[in-house]
């Protein structure tokens, strides 16, 4: 018998676990993972850079969690010795459509509050990144870069301190909600709970439907590969660089990003994983792919961005594809100069009329609370999210 049962150890469980903990430490708290080890999905694949905020729509979730959880963050690393490196990135406008856009983020940046946001001529862009091609861009000195795994497990550690329990190998099978609790059956054991949490990331929406709730949305696994840059080619990447984004589409496009552990990673594209771990284009799961075809919301996202959709898959397969795509931002890249790199699986919830939903998705019960959709920034913004979780568990208790 449990006080509160997590479902999920990726970064965003494990935060809440912690902050639940730091309020109310008498309480007994247990977070429950499939896998044999934390932080393995999503936490674990993340491209490793700390949001600023520059893209959210002012006043959303996303937003307000971002900004808040990334001073929390740089402090909770500060506190634990966590190296991070806040190296500022640059976003580059290479084509003349691609500036109402570009004016766009940046009125954004400011309304979120971030200091020293600056507009870039194509003369100044070279003196951030002297090999970057473009005719504008804009400097956001708050971004920066991290290892989320290594935050993710010294987040674990403290939550152990305060006397949390973390079980792994842990998949849950069947959840019975009543009036006043939840049992919560695993491949292992069963655990009685007053509250529950659903943090489980690729799996949100299968675990809240155990629940016998309707939650009107699907997770779509998205696959981001990912190449890395030759170490003789490091040196045509200072720091970030990352294009324009296309509004219409919830991601940022391929970009350069300096990894906090050294080395420089390229891309990455975004194309729809046949399973909802397929971290390899090889991967299928044929029920899982005939779920995510047969939701309605997919069908008509896939008939509005088929272009688009075609264009990724067709990257994905072509190197040469995908090189011509980074050299939009840096023309003097070669493909001999990518290696095969990481992929990670980004979970993106689709309602059924096809919308992407572009916020962090909460839904409640009277003693279940799901995090639907939570992609990036859900890293950077971890520990903000885990303080939401957490008020709106401790409200129940």
């Known amino acids: 018998m449990f006080d509160i049962v997590i479902v999920g150890g990726g970064i965003v469980g494990l935060a809440t ?31 490793g850079v700390i949001h600023s905020g520059l893209y959210y729509k002012p006043g959303s979730l996303k937003a307000q ?13 500060d506190k634990h010795d966590i190296a991070y490196d806040i190296c500022g990135k640059i976003v580059v406008a290479t084509h003349t459509e691609q500036l109402g856009v570009m004016e766009n983020l940046y009125k954004r940046g400011v ?20 090999y970057v091609n473009g005719i504008a861009g804009l400097h ?3 971004t920066g870069i991290i290892d989320f795994t290594r935050v993710a497990n010294k987040i674990a550690d403290v939550f152990l301190e305060l006397d949390g329990i973390i079980v792994t190998s842990s998949q849950v099978t069947e959840i019975n909600v009543s009036e006043k609790t939840v049992n919560i059956i695993t ?13 489980a990331g690729l799996y949100a929406d299968k675990v809240a439907e155990m629940t016998g709730i309707e939650t009107g949305v699907r997770i779509i696994p998205f696959r981001g590969e990912y190449f890395k840059v030759r170490k003789e080619k490091e040196h045509l990447v200072k720091n970030l660089i990352y294009p324009v984004p296309n509004p219409d589409f919830p991601f940022l496009g391929v970009h350069f990003t300096r990894m906090i552990n050294g080395g420089i990673e390229a891309g990455p594209n975004a194309v729809l994983a046949f399973k909802r771990e397929g971290y390899s284009k090889w991967e299928l799961n044929l029920k899982e792919l005939y779920e995510i075809l047969a939701w309605p919301g997919f069908r008509k996202v ?19 594809a995908f090189t011509a795509a980074l050299q939009q931002l840096l023309p003097d ?14 979970a993106q919830a689709c309602d059924k009329e096809g919308g ?36 709106k568990t401790l409200e129940r208790i």
């Open 356 to 391: 992407l939903i572009d916020d962090f998705l909460i839904s409640e019960t009277t003693n279940v609370i799901n995090i639907l959709n939570a992609p990036s920034p859900a890293a950077t913004s971890a520990l903000s999210i885990g303080q939401t979780l957490a008020q």
């Open 65 to 77: 969690n971002c900004i808040t959880g990334y001073h929390e963050l740089l402090e909770f690393c």
């Open 187 to 199: 491949s292992a054991k069963m655990y009685e709970s007053k509250i529950m949490l659903n943090c």
């Open 17 to 47: 676990g912690l902050k639940i903990k730091q309020v109310k430490p008498s309480l007994k708290v247990v977070i429950l993972e499939k896998e044999d080890k934390i932080a393995f999905h999503q936490t674990g694949h993340n491209s």
């Open 111 to 130: 309304e979120n509050g971030l200091v020293g946001i600056k507009k870039l001529t194509k003369d100044e862009l070279k003196e951030y990144e002297p």
């Open 302 to 320: 896939a008939a509005s961005h088929w272009k688009t959709g075609f264009g990724e898959m067709y990257r994905s397969f072509s190197k040469k």
């Open 140 to 142: 956001i000195p708050q």
């Open 333 to 346: 890249i070669l493909a001999d100069d990518l290696e095969p790199g990481s992929a990670g699986v980004r």
